[in-house]
């Protein structure tokens, strides 16, 4: 019960009802709130290397018909597959699987679960045997999102998955001090204000957290078509806020090595 003997005598005591309801409220135990949705703030991303056409058919088998969709009943989408232009004829062929999570908790709870249903399912990417895997070598990154773009974004495109370009950049800084550095461009410099304003249909931007490159950030934008991708570019290099930015003396060489593979999404691509 909620009584008013520890309150002293008042003169005007029309706020006491109002006390009394409260007092009734926070003795009835504590209040659960509504979550609201949470956006993915966390993205591993897998890198399959492979040596031929046989060992990418079995990943794509895998990656469609078991791991996407146990996934996804997970509650864990939209999951991207991708895959480098012309990695029908490079010599190490590769598959990016790019999964956006919640939280570390939420990333540690679904491979619990996931984890070993996938190696159950008994298919031949599960059960390959050691004179005949898979693939040569899984590598695989984790990232966290940036302050500025704390989320995953599909792109706004229209071109079909066949034509569309997908820029993947990893920076790396000299210095985990001149790498800090680089990420506060992104953020507070306003370089990624940038790149929403010039219509780069960024997927999303992050900091590495462990990965083979270290310190290392690393953001993927997305374009209908390359010719596409080059006109965007040059708007860029162009714009005189970009020019205003990468001259400021406080942001001078704060990328030490820079790499960019160009991908397109699988057919079975959720972004």
Known sequence: ?????????????????????????????????????ERPTYFELKVYHLKN??????????????????????GIAPIGVF????????????????????????????????????????????????????????????????????????PALTAPKSERVY?????????EKIFRNKVQMFNAGGEIKLFSRLNFNAIFYGEVLFGPKMPNLM???SFANMPDREAHWKAFGADPEWKKLSSLPEYQNNVSHMDITFLRPAAYSGL
């Not at 056409?53 to 997970?74: C, G, H, I, K, N």
């Not at 190696?119 to 990417?125: Q, V």
């Not at 820029?167 to 210095?175: I, M, P, Q, V, W």
């Open 83 to 154: 895959k480098p232009i012309g990695n029908d004829t490079a010599a190490d062929r590769r598959i990016y699987v790019f999964t956006p999570f919640t939280s570390l908790k939420q990333w540690e709870q679904v491979g619990k679960a996931t984890v070993p249903k996938l190696l159950a399912a008994g298919g031949s990417y599960e059960n390959a045997a050691y004179t005949n895997p898979a693939y040569t070598r899984l590598e695989t990154l984790f990232i966290k999102a940036f302050d500025e773009m704390a989320g995953l974004t599909a």
């Open 219 to 221: 953001y993927m934008t």
């Open 167 to 175: 820029e993947l950049r990893s920076y790396e800084g000299a210095s």
């Open 1 to 37: 019960m909620c009584g008013f003997h520890l309150f002293p005598p008042m003169k005007n005591l029309s706020f006491l009802p109002l006390i009394a309801a409260l007092c009734c409220w926070l003795a009835s135990g504590p209040v659960t709130a509504h979550p609201t949705a």
């Open 53 to 74: 056409a046989r060992q990418e058919a079995r990943v794509d088998s895998f990656l469609q018909q078991q791991y996407l969709p146990t996934m996804r009943a997970a």
